[in-house]
Structure formats: structure tokens, C-alpha cells
């Protein structure tokens, strides 16, 4: 599958749907697909604004591949620098427990663990820290797992179904909160792209009202736990980030801009 007819043909087809990176899709689709009619159903999922991402069943994050289908949220750039921020935050201060909440396909706390464990990162041991990825949802954390247990990382991450934190016993802990929770608002969500609204999971998206349900919620629960001590890191949407920077505004937010300039995350620490 690789003469030049078929080549533009992809190109078409992705041009058409709006994909802002055809021609590496349109390469990926190539080495994809065995035949004629592979290629015509792939074309048809295209044409039905279905993401690249879902039809192959993998995604690239942090330069990492994972498995992801539409029980999980395709991995967004923007996100890997909450990664890079979780990295620093741990060579910058040792931490008995590193829970990612609302993990969907894993990707956060995988590439974090991953990066730790190269010696041109982080030149300590992870062996004495707990790490565990929460979800809500079953179906997403049969995603995380399979990327848990593709990486293997098994013996090192816990996946765990809980409403944010509730189910963790974190007292007396020094404690690494990674949070990407559904944070659209509401009315907001209805002018996503098609494409999203139409396949990726409404409940990893929306936030409710104001976009800041969940991180109420995750505010409720670490007040119920007695740590130790703790550093949250969470993303955030810009038209929404001084209502959730109030939220928590005892622990003296910090506004962190992504690699597109937007204020997307907060850091803080107790």
C-alpha cells in the first residue's frame, strides 16, 4: 500500500476532515493498512469525523505509544508538561505515595514512572514510593492496565477504581497529587469539535457548569485526608483557571502556562 494514487487519496480524505497533520496520518495509514479493503474502511471512518487515534487503537505521548479506544481520552500535548512538572517536583522532594486521579489510558503516570527510571533523569531509587492510577470508570481502567502491563510496570503502578482519592489511606504521607479531571464547562462542551463530541467519552470531558465540579470534589477530599504533606499538579482550562485557582486558594496556587502560552496548569503545595 504505498503507490502515490493511494498516498493522495488518504491526503484527500484527511485535508477534508480537517486533520490538522495529514501527511503524518496519511504515512501511518499506509503502513496500516494491508489492502483495498482495509484502506476503503479506514477512508469511511475518516469521512465519519471518527479520530486517527481510535481507528489504529494507539497514541503517542511523551514520545511513548500507548493503547487507547473510546473509553479514554486521546492523549493531548499539552498535557506531557504536567509530566515534566511531575518530574521536577519529585527529584525536588521525596514522596511516599504519587497517585494520578482520573487516569484514563495511563498515560500520565507511565510516562512519569518510565522517566524516573532512566538514570539520565533521575539518578535515585522509586522502589520505596507507591504509585496508583485512579479512575471512575471501569472500562477506562481496563485501558490503563493493558498500557500498565504493555509497559510493565505491574509490580510498580496500582490501578484502582475510586471517586478521586477516597479509596487511598494517605495519612502521615508525603504525597504527589497528579489531577486531569474532566474540566470543560458545560455550556462550553457543546461547541467542541464534532469529532469529540461524537467519540470521545463525555464523562472524561465535562465538568459541569462551571468546568470545576470535579476539582470541588478533589478539594473535599484531600481536606478528609491527614497527610503529611502534599503537592497537586493539575490542568486546567484557561476561560475557567482564576475560578479554580480560588478554589484552592489556601494552598497559594501557582499559574503555569502550556507550550501553546495558555494558563493551563496550577501547582501547590501543603
Known amino acids: 500500500m504505498n503507490n502515490l494514487s493511494q498516498l ?24 496500516f493498512v494491508e489492502d483495498e479493503k482495509d484502506l476503503k474502511k479506514v477512508l469511511d471512518n475518516i469521512k465519519k469525523d471518527k479520530p486517527w487515534e481510535y481507528i489504529c487503537g494507539n497514541a503517542e505521548f511523551y514520545t511513548i505509544p ?14 506531557e508538561k504536567l509530566v515534566g512538572l511531575a518530574i521536577q517536583e519529585y527529584k525536588d522532594k521525596k514522596f ?5 486521579i482520573g ?5 500520565i503516570i507511565i510516562a512519569l514512572v ?46 484502582r477504581k475510586m471517586d478521586i482519592i477516597n479509596r487511598i489511606k494517605l495519612e502521615d504521607k508525603n504525597v504527589l497529587l497528579l489531577a486531569n479531571l474532566p474540566y470543560i464547562p458545560k455550556e462550553e462542551y457543546k461547541e467542541l469539535d464534532k469529532s469529540v463530541k461524537k467519540y470521545e467519552p463525555k464523562g472524561a470531558l465535562e465538568g459541569g457548569l462551571s468546568g470545576n465540579k470535579y476539582y470541588k470534589r478533589l478539594l473535599s477530599q484531600i481536606k478528609e485526608k491527614d497527610m503529611k504533606s502534599f503537592t497537586l499538579i493539575l490542568e486546567t482550562e484557561e476561560s475557567i483557571i482564576d475560578e479554580t485557582k480560588d478554589i484552592f486558594v489556601e494552598y497559594n496556587p501557582k499559574v503555569i502556562k502550556d507550550i501553546y502560552e495558555k494558563n493551563r496548569f496550577l501547582i501547590m503545595r501543603d
Open 66 to 79: 500507548f493503547k487507547v479506544n473510546q473509553n479514554v481520552l486521546i492523549p493531548r500535548v499539552e498535557t
Open 114 to 159: 518510565k522517566s524516573l527510571r532512566l538514570p539520565t533523569i533521575y539518578k535515585g531509587k522509586i522502589k520505596d514510593t507507591e504509585f496508583y492510577a485512579t479512575d471512575k470508570s471501569s472500562k477506562a481502567l481496563k485501558v490503563a492496565r493493558k498500557n500498565i502491563k504493555e509497559h510493565k510496570l505491574e509490580e510498580i503502578i496500582k490501578a
Open 8 to 31: 493522495f487519496e488518504i491526503q484527500k480524505a484527511l485535508k477534508d476532515a480537517n486533520y490538522p497533520d495529514y501527511k503524518r496520518v496519511s504515512k501511518e495509514i499506509i503502513e
Open 103 to 107: 487516569t484514563g489510558s495511563g498515560c
Open 96 to 100: 511516599d505515595t504519587v497517585v494520578d
